[in-house]
């Protein structure tokens, strides 16, 4: 069981630069999630993925965010142009069906500078 | 009020002891209910789901109360490794949108 996988596990860039993280969730996983987590503000719920499909998006910060399923092994999100206040360790996480518990990937630690 | 309240601790327990958290929610219709467990610089990990009846793995217990809203997390004989974050998750079941929504978390330290 290789378990959720997201890459890469650090990204440190600068102000004004594309961002794209990466996941790949548990096969057979219908649920796919991005949340963020800061100590401010703990984990937030950015995007959601039933059957590769959009759900909810309320939780994307802006218009610099945005995420995309094409298949069902692999997802991306994207912040461009990023910004120092998007520093945040972002999670992937992948769930059986609706009500099921979410698996975790390792994350991927941002750093904008 | 926010949708899943957890105190933020530090709890600060010596080993063997027996330490509970609780965590409220706010949605009458939540329908499934987590605990997480979350290391310094790691990501969450399933610690126990939370059932009706109350259910119990080793030394952990959780437990749902629907009148008064809120889940709780027992922990017996408190180890050294019990220390770290725990996070509950509530999920509604209402609707076409579903969101696991995560509190807080609460931080354990259990000292020698």
């Known amino acids: 069981d290789a378990g959720v996988i997201q890459s890469p596990r650090h990204e440190v860039t600068e102000m004004g630069q594309e961002v794209t993280l990466r996941c790949k969730p548990i096969s057979g996983h219908n649920s796919l999630f991005w949340y963020r987590q800061t100590m401010m503000r703990g984990l937030e719920l950015l995007i959601y993925f039933n059957n590769n499909v959009p759900i909810d998006d309320s939780g994307m910060p802006e218009d610099r965010f945005s995420a995309k399923m094409p298949n069902a092994s692999f997802s991306t999100l994207k912040i461009q142009p990023s910004e120092p206040r998007d520093s945040a360790v972002y999670f992937c996480?992948?769930?059986?069906?609706?009500?099921?518990?979410?698996?975790f990937g390792n994350g991927t630690r941002l750093t904008v500078t | 009020r926010k949708e899943v309240e957890q105190d933020p601790g530090p709890f600060n327990v010596p080993e063997g002891a027996t330490v509970a958290f609780n965590c409220t929610y706010s949605n009458s219709a939540s329908q499934s209910f987590f605990w997480y467990r979350q290391d310094c610089r790691k990501e969450p990990k399933l610690l126990m789901s939370v059932y009706s009846s109350g259910n119990e793995d080793g030394r952990f217990t959780a437990q749902l109360n629907r009148a008064s809203q809120y889940i709780s997390l027992l922990i017996r004989d408190s180890k050294l490794s019990d220390s770290a974050t725990y996070l509950c998750v509530v999920t509604p079941a209402s609707g076409g949108s579903y969101i696991p929504t995560f509190g807080r978390g609460t931080s354990l330290i259990v000292h020698p």
């Open positions: 996480a992948s769930s059986l069906w609706r009500e099921s518990p979410l698996h």
